[in-house]
Nanobody, 114 residues
Framework: QVHFVESGGGLVQPGGSLTLSCAVSGVTHSNNVMAWYRQAPGQSRERVASISKTGGKNFADAVKGRFTVSRDDAKNMMYLQMNNLKPEDTAVYFC????????WGQGTQVTVSS
């Protein structure tokens, strides 16, 4: 059974930074393209970043130049470094594979507000 635990969220002022962590269990995630998603209130879940097993990265236009993604396959972990945060980045952040077809974790709340 695949299980995700996201952490690192919190309340931050605009322009601030946060690093989110994703712990993966139940699967060898090194074989998969992994991704970060977010869901803001009243909106559908959207993918914000992905990273392949060879380190290839893709980002949504809304976060390009501000977010970066990394993975540590030895620890079955993935990270999302978020810089220059904006109020519109407020959402619950989740991790999953690229297709988002494994069971979702609880996510971690990120709130950007002054």
């Amino acid at each position: 059974q695949v299980h995700f635990v996201e952490s690192g969220g919190g309340l931050v002022q605009p322009g601030g930074s946060l690093t989110l962590s994703c712990a993966v269990s139940g699967v060898t995630h090194s074989n998969n393209v992994m991704a970060w998603y977010r869901q803001a209130p009243g909106q559908s879940r959207e993918r914000v970043a992905s990273i392949s097993k060879t380190g290839g990265k893709n980002f949504a236009d809304a976060v390009k130049g501000r977010f970066t993604v990394s993975r540590d396959d030895a620890k079955n972990m993935m990270y999302l470094q978020m810089n220059n945060l904006k109020p519109e980045d407020t959402a619950v952040y989740f991790c999953n594979n690229l297709g988002g077809n494994w069971p979702w974790g609880q996510g971690t709340q990120v709130t950007v507000s002054s």
